[in-house]
């Protein structure tokens, strides 16, 4: 056992590939749902670097480094090189991985390189050896999505998982490189409906920063990035953004929320939105049997009626569910739609007269259905009056 004191040892300031969100020489989780544009900020987090930025403010620069890239569900060519692109990142500093057989395969993941494997992790340390001599160091290595190379990906062996791990952030810190891992699903997913995959927790708890990409519910096209887990700093704001040709485009503002806080806000919200609708719903069937009462009514007349009482057709349409209307078209080549209630239910009637039958199925124009409509009022009214 060696003992040195800790006075001996010179203090050594955290780095940062991106400011408050990738730390040099550490391992940094993304999570989120499907399509929320994992890969994408790992694009621009690229483009970003190679430019010499290190966060989102111009006041964040620094030297362009070498990136090195593990694109196990993307092809290079027709998407990877795509992305880069539009972000903007210096092509030249850019290293993907690939193999001997798929180097000019579209899926360059399809025969992988294992990182649970030694001697890839050797070959991956000498390639940074190589790019550290050359006087263009490496500062970020991306790995996505991180099922596809770290292997024991079924959760049965989560000692070979963290083994993998510790190896890579071994790596990390000795080259100063930084290395994002993502993975699919997020916490969120886990807290909500129970379906974190069996590796996420395991990179969870061994990456000293994680972050979270969710969808914004009330504005579809937004999404935002919101910190986990941030034990290298002050927990940092997240931030919005949305998605425009294939790159991300990040808003001005800061969102002042934790991603346990930004879930809590959103289920709150979702559950007002959830009471909302069923208080339409009551409304718009209350309103739609009344109008129905007196007889059908074209359908074309019915929405534009609704609209007047803010009332969509989506609602409406669910109300004439709700109340088991019906919807018919008058008999003839140019015959309308129209809604109408259903028929009474008629039951045989226990005496000695004949059951009362059941009404079969019957079509008549919507000027007959009225006309009889009237005549039925007006024999009602009459009655009253000469009562």
Not at 98 to 112: F, I, L, M, W, Y
Not at 178 to 201: F, Q, V, Y
Not at 264 to 278: F, M, Y
Not at 366 to 383: P, Y
């Amino acid at each position: 056992m060696n003992l040195e004191k800790l006075s001996d040892i010179p203090a050594t300031p955290q780095g940062w590939v991106w400011k408050g969100v990738i730390p040099e020489g550490q391992l940094t989780l993304l999570t989120g749902e499907p399509g929320v544009g994992k890969s994408l900020f790992a694009m621009d987090a690229i483009a970003k670097l190679t430019r010499g930025e290190r966060g989102f403010t111009v006041a964040d620069q620094g030297e362009p480094g070498q990136v090195i890239l593990f694109s196990g569900e993307d092809g290079v060519a027709s998407v990877v090189r795509n992305r880069l692109e539009a972000a903007k990142a210096e092509l030249p500093l850019v290293n993907i991985v690939v193999n001997d057989t798929n180097a000019n395969s579209e899926k360059p993941g399809s025969t992988r390189s294992r990182l649970d494997d030694d001697a890839q992790i050797e070959s991956l340390e000498l390639y940074l050896s190589l790019l550290r001599e050359s006087g263009s160091p490496c500062r970020l290595i991306v790995i996505d999505p991180a099922k596809s190379f770290l292997g024991a990906t079924n959760g049965r062996n989560d000692a070979k998982i963290r083994e993998t791990l510790a190896k890579l952030t071994d790596l990390a810190e000795r080259s100063g490189a930084a290395i994002l891992l993502i993975a699919t699903p997020s916490k969120i997913d886990k807290e909500k409906r129970g379906n974190w995959t069996p590796m996420s927790p395991v990179l969870a708890e061994v990456a000293r920063s994680v972050w979270t990409i969710v969808r914004d519910p009330d504005e579809p096209g937004r999404r935002v990035l919101l910190p986990v887990k941030t034990n290298l700093c002050e927990t940092p704001p997240g931030i919005g953004f949305t998605i425009q040709n294939q790159r991300i485009f990040w808003e001005n503002e800061w969102v002042r929320q934790t991603a346990e806080q930004y879930v809590a806000d959103a289920t709150k919200t979702e559950q007002l939105h959830q009471v909302a609708a069923k208080s339409e719903l009551s409304r718009a069937s209350d309103w739609l049997k009344k109008r129905l009462n007196d007889g059908p009514v074209y359908t074309s007349v019915l929405k534009e009626d609704a609209a007047g009482h803010d009332i969509s057709e989506k609602t409406l349409m669910r109300a004439l569910i709700l109340l088991g209307g019906i919807k018919g078209k008058e008999k003839k080549s140019d015959g309308r739609w129209f809604w109408r209630m259903p028929d009474p239910l008629t039951v045989p009637v226990i005496s000695g007269s004949p059951a009362v039958k059941t009404r079969t199925l019957e079509f008549k124009t919507m000027a007959e259905i009225c006309a009889e409509a009237d005549k039925a009022k007006a024999l009602k009214n009459a009655t009253k009056q000469g009562t």
